[in-house]
């Protein structure tokens, strides 16, 4: 159950391991972001600590703290970029999609009651988790635009095949064609991916 709660909470974007980091040449922009980021990364730090109490005591709490702070503000910049590139190409997340969302994991818990004392754990109230839901539904949309034309052909998959037939211990093509041919466009859709963020991090001055 908990694993259908951090699946919507996650704060990177799918496929993507990428993390970008944010120098606009506007100075209000810059302003905007560091104000943004500084909120979002308390934020995932007063989570974290509700989750783990007593985890930034001490010396080396204090050092994991600082580690923390690093890798969250790093991932709150991308979000950022990310939402503004959601609202340029327009991607619209209706409410009733939220709630669709919303309303399947909640079907992972026994009770509403529990589900609510799941929110609470992570120190979240039910409409900042259906933020975090919006911007995630919002992300995969993006993904999905960046990702809709990517096709791979019957000769790609042959290809594919003949050179790692050792890996597939000679099995016939004709059986295993699908997996070959759904591997690959992973591949594809993982590389046009990293290519979207890396332009994304280019034309933010990075």
């Given amino acids: 159950m908990k694993k259908a709660l951090y699946a919507v909470l996650a704060v990177v974007v799918v496929f993507s391991a990428i993390v970008v980091g944010v120098k606009l040449k506007e100075k209000a922009s810059e302003d905007n972001i560091e104000i943004a980021t500084q909120a979002e990364v308390q934020q995932q730090l007063n989570q974290i600590e509700t989750q783990r109490p007593g985890i930034f005591k001490g010396t080396r709490g204090k050092m994991a703290q600082e580690s923390y ?29 939220v709630e ?9 818990y026994a009770s509403q009651n529990k589900f609510d004392a799941a929110l609470e754990k992570q120190g979240l109230t039910l ?8 911007d995630q539904l919002g992300q995969s949309k993006l993904i999905n635009l960046i990702t809709k034309d990517i096709k791979v052909t019957e000769a790609e998959v042959k290809a594919y095949y003949e050179a790692n037939k050792a890996v597939f211990k ?15 466009m992973q591949q594809k859709q993982q590389a046009a ?6 332009d994304l991090n280019k034309k933010n001055g990075n």
């Fill in 69 to 97: 702070k690093k890798v969250l503000a790093q991932q709150a910049k991308l979000n950022i970029l990310i939402k503004k590139e959601v609202e340029k190409r327009g991607v619209t997340i209706a409410n009733s999609e």
């Fill in 100 to 108: 669709a969302a919303v309303a399947q994991v909640r079907q992972a």
């Fill in 127 to 134: 409409d900042k988790y259906k933020e975090s839901v919006k």
């Fill in 170 to 184: 000679n099995r016939p093509l004709a059986q295993i064609a699908d997996m070959v041919k759904a591997r690959l």
């Fill in 193 to 198: 991916v990293n290519s979207f963020y890396e």
